[in-house]
């Protein structure tokens, strides 16, 4: 079986706000195509525009090939050693970042593949299925520009994922900082009451996350607040520093009273190498797409797991990448949860309309894919009806 084609879709919800911060608002699609008629489908977290010029840009340069060229011919059934292929061609513009961005969408349409051919979901291929059920948390992103209306948003939004099931929730809880909701710059104490309202709602049982979205400078700010978070029970503190502040990330996973997690942005097992390691960030955070592919993010896993670190996956986009995420999660038995909004909590057009997910939920459970290769369903109408490039 060989490699024919590749397309790249960018895609654009028409009710699109620039001021968000959500990358569901736009996708990169790629669709894989065999000489034997199987094609792949795969998704990535990147800005579409950037990730679609990575894939088709020539190349002129053995260090700096055209993934699209390298791609072509090559055998789709061993994933890896295509993977291996695009990251040493295109080294000099790659290595980290969109372009590996791009390869993880093109890795994932490529053990879709593999798994269509072989008849087999593609968690099996990773080496079979380590977790009866997987816990999905729901991603909660409030409105408001004030406080109050912001905690009382959160609140009604965290009573109908506790309504629908849900075991779990993360609440984004960004009032300051450099991708403040709305422009807002409420005091940290604000923030502590906001957390307070939304434990009260959920009550003890269901598993509480709190993402900040880089908010604080450094850790000696950090921690005068979170500090008088120990009550509240939080399973872990969602990216609390820039990123690159690994000293600081690992102050916090000295004197924080509850988990630190990040690792959205990272790109291959290198990157989370030294976020485990010198960042010492207690829960690690890849992105299937982003960390390019499923290998990667399986390294990643396994990584974890000798430092005896959990594994929380990120991915805030449509269908595709979500069902990418639960194949990874039901092959990593220290996976604890997995980032999902059914339809009844989603506001992002194409989170609803482009796919259907390749999994059902149950009882705040997910359960395993059992359709060969990834499993959900592309909506080509609505890949159709949100193209721009």
């Known amino acids: ?83 291996r292929k695009l990251y040493v061609g295109s080294a000099m513009s790659g290595r980290r970042g969109a372009v590996i961005h791009a390869m993880g969408a093109i890795d994932m349409a490529l053990w879709d593949i593999k798994g269509k051919a072989e008849g087999k979901p593609i968690f099996e291929l990773l080496g079979g299925q380590k977790q009866d059920k997987v816990v999905p948390y729901a991603s909660l992103q409030p409105a408001g520009n004030r406080w109050e209306e912001y905690r009382d948003s959160l609140c009604e939004w965290a009573e109908r994922a506790r309504n629908l099931g849900f075991k779990a929730v993360k609440a984004e809880v960004t009032m300051n900082g450099p991708y403040a909701h709305d422009g807002m710059h409420e005091p940290y104490e604000n923030h502590t009451k906001v957390i307070e309202a939304v434990r009260k709602t959920l009550g003890p049982d269901i598993a509480l996350m709190v993402d900040v979205q880089y908010m604080w400078p450094d850790a000696e700010t950090a921690l ?69 592919g499923f290998a990667e993010a399986k390294a990643v896993c396994d990584m974890a797991a000798e430092r005896g670190r959990i594994i929380v996956p990120h991915c805030w986009k449509t269908g595709i990448s979500v069902t990418a995420t639960a194949h990874l999660a039901f092959n990593t038995p220290h996976c604890r949860f997995i980032e999902y909004l059914p339809p009844a909590l989603c506001v992002d057009t194409l989170r609803k309309e482009l796919a259907v997910d390749g999994f059902t939920f149950v009882d705040g459970m997910i359960e395993a894919p059992t359709k060969p290769g990834l499993g959900a369903e592309l909506n080509e109408d609505a890949l159709r009806a949100y193209k721009v490039a």
């Open 1 to 83: 079986m060989k490699i024919v084609d590749i397309e790249c879709h960018v895609l654009l919800a028409p009710n699109m706000n620039p001021g968000a911060t959500s990358s569901a608002q736009d996708s990169f699609i790629v669709i894989v195509r065999t000489d034997e008629g199987i094609s792949g489908i795969g998704e990535s977290d990147v800005s579409p525009w950037i990730a679609k010029a990575c894939v088709e840009a020539p190349g002129t340069h053995t260090m700096s090939l055209s993934l699209r060229d390298m791609l072509i011919g090559s055998d789709p059934l061993n994933p890896e050693a295509v993977w």
């Open 224 to 292: 005068r607040t979170v500090r008088d978070w120990a009550e509240f029970d939080l399973f872990f503190l969602e990216t609390p520093l820039w990123i690159d502040n690994l000293d600081d990330y690992a102050r916090l996973h000295e004197e924080a009273p509850m988990k630190i997690a990040a690792g959205e942005w990272q790109a291959t097992r290198y990157e989370f190498e030294e976020l485990m390691d010198r960042g010492k960030v207690d829960v690690a955070q890849p992105d299937v797409g982003r960390v390019g």
